[in-house]
């Protein structure tokens, strides 16, 4: 059964730094592309970095750009999303997905396999 677990979620202050991974299990790593997605509590989730599976394609959501960076190491089977400059606004659980294909994919629906997520706080 494909597995996505995420780690490195926690409290930090505004202006901080945190660095999340996702280890994949149980599926061809580097066929899949990866998503980050976050949900913050009455909201829907939404979109925040996806990366291509060869790791050339990037995007981002607007509120993102300039602060996260997104990244995969093929051989260790793991995706990451770096945070700076946090913000509250950022405060959210926030999950990996994985789609079988080439393409870097921002949309929530399209992707195959959800982790359990992690939660991220950011103190003013």
């Known amino acids: 059964q494909v597995q996505l677990v995420e780690s490195g979620g926690g409290l930090v202050q505004a202006g901080g730094s945190l660095k999340l991974s996702c280890a994949a299990s149980?599926?061809?790593?580097?066929?899949?592309?990866m998503g980050w997605f976050r949900q913050a509590p009455g909201k829907e989730r939404e979109f925040v970095a996806s990366?291509?599976?060869?790791?050339?394609?990037?995007n981002f959501a607007d509120s993102v750009k300039g602060r996260f960076t997104i990244s995969r190491d093929n051989a260790k089977n793991t995706a990451y999303l770096q945070m700076n400059s946090l913000k509250p606004e950022d405060t959210a659980v926030y999950y990996c997905?994985?789609?079988?294909?080439?393409?870097?994919?921002?949309?929530?629906?399209?992707?195959?396999?959800w982790g359990q997520g992690t939660q991220v706080t950011v103190s003013s």
């Open positions: 997905a994985a789609r079988r294909t080439a393409y870097s994919i921002m949309a929530t629906s399209s992707y195959d396999y």
């Open positions: 149980k599926l061809a790593f580097n066929n899949y592309a």
């Open positions: 990366i291509s599976w060869s790791g050339s394609v990037t």
